[in-house]
């Protein structure tokens, strides 16, 4: 190859390297400029901060898990936070209902075997995290 083909090469990199910082340059002053700053507002009202410490934790008193039964159908008995939408999934039937109480209690079909149970609340405060738990519900026949 010939010396000046080597040097435009060269040369050609080395400007091609320059444009590509100046334009990564610019294009982070042009985002810089379009972020808004956020600061925090002496004027709002601040909530107490142990007041979502008081939000009803989801108990399942009902059945235990890992609990055998003879029977296709088991009452689900728990605890949750008061008008929390209450969510129970399995793969026989899903269940899907309000609670009024802080308690609850329903009927749920189970099949023949292993039954993966999953219950799932949702409060009504969009600032308090779902809360799940998982049972493992087995329905044995006696004949077997």
Known sequence: MKKETVIAIVLG???GMLI??????KNREY????????SHNPNQNNRPRNSLA????LEISEPKDQAVFDSYTIKIKGKAAK???IIIQSPVKDLIFTNEKEEFSVQFPLSLGENVIKVTTHAKNSLV???????RIYNLNEEL
């Open 13 to 15: 990199v080395i400007i």
């Open 20 to 25: 590509a910082v100046v334009i990564l340059v």
């Open 31 to 38: 985002q810089l400029t379009k972020t808004k700053t956020i």
């Open 54 to 57: 008081k939000i009803q934790p």
């Open 83 to 85: 008008d929390s939408l």
């Open 129 to 135: 995290r779902s809360q799940e738990k998982e049972l």
